[in-house]
T-cell receptor
Framework: GAVVSQHPSRVICKSGTSVKIECRSL??????MFWYRQFPKKSLMLMAT?????????EQGVEKDKFLINHASLTLSTLTVTSAHPEDSSFYIC?????????FGQGTRLTVV | AQKITQTQPGMFVQEKEAVTLDCTYD???????LFWYKQPSSGEMIFLIY??????QNATEGRYSLNFQKARKSANLVISASQLGDSAMYFC?????????????FGKGTRLSVIA
């Protein structure tokens, strides 16, 4: 099956710094990627839809200036958490689809201290 | 409105027994897909099974089967011959096809614990 690679898998950063998370489709082109956030023991909540070559579409309540999404190529989407604070600590996971199938990255566990 | 409902926050099953995880959904789109994922403590999302809204037969993948009852809008996952490694979170999800490349919408999940 198709592979989506997400990096890093874990990151600890200081409050006020920015963190970039990469999501790559390794063996297919993804014009659209999705970014989810998951709090402990909770479900995956869609944050935004990343479209290659255009602006991302953010879900209601998600701050676009806090969570910057760039989808500059057909195989790479990045999520940058800017000026991170402890409340941004969470599990972030990306997804891309091929036909009816959806493939997920391994996820990134972000801890802001 | 919540589109995917999983009413069982946690379930226990004896090893080698079968277990059913419930999922109901809500959509007005006649064309949609239903998915089940397993999420172990590592966080990765492991695809288990898929059912299309127009599929006539219930989907099966090894020990996993999906009990699809379209009129009742339910898509329950049945795991047969449970194994200790089946202990994990299980998420039901749906995609609606009418709007093109749409995201998966997830239920709240069910934590399955398999007891030896």
């Amino acid at each position: 099956g198709a592979v989506v690679s997400q990096h890093p898998s874990r990151v600890i950063c200081k409050s006020g710094t920015s963190v970039k998370i990469e999501c790559r489709s390794l063996d297919f082109q993804a014009t659209t990627m999705f970014w989810y956030r998951q709090f402990p023991k909770k479900s995956l909540m869609l944050m935004a839809t990343s479209n290659e070559g255009s602006k991302a579409t953010y879900e209601q309540g998600v701050e676009k200036d806090k969570f910057l999404i760039n989808h500059a190529s057909l195989t790479l989407s990045t999520l940058t958490v800017t000026s991170a604070h402890p409340e941004d600590s969470s599990f972030y996971i990306c997804s891309a689809s091929v036909g009816t199938e959806a493939f997920f990255g391994q996820g990134t566990r972000l801890t802001v201290v | 409105a919540q589109k995917i409902t999983q009413t069982q926050p946690g379930m226990f099953v004896q090893e080698k027994e079968a277990v059913t995880l419930d999922c109901t959904y809500d959509t007005s789109d006649p064309s949609y897909g239903l998915f089940w994922y397993k999420q172990p403590s590592s966080g990765e999302m492991i695809f288990l099974i898929y059912q299309g809204s127009y599929d006539q037969q219930n989907a099966t993948e090894g020990r996993y089967s999906l009990n699809f009852q379209k009129a009742r809008k339910s898509a329950n996952l049945v795991i047969s011959a449970s194994q200790l490694g089946d202990s994990a979170m299980y998420f039901c999800a749906m995609r609606e096809w009418a709007s093109g490349n749409t995201p998966l919408v997830f239920g709240k999940g069910t934590r399955l614990s398999v007891i030896a």
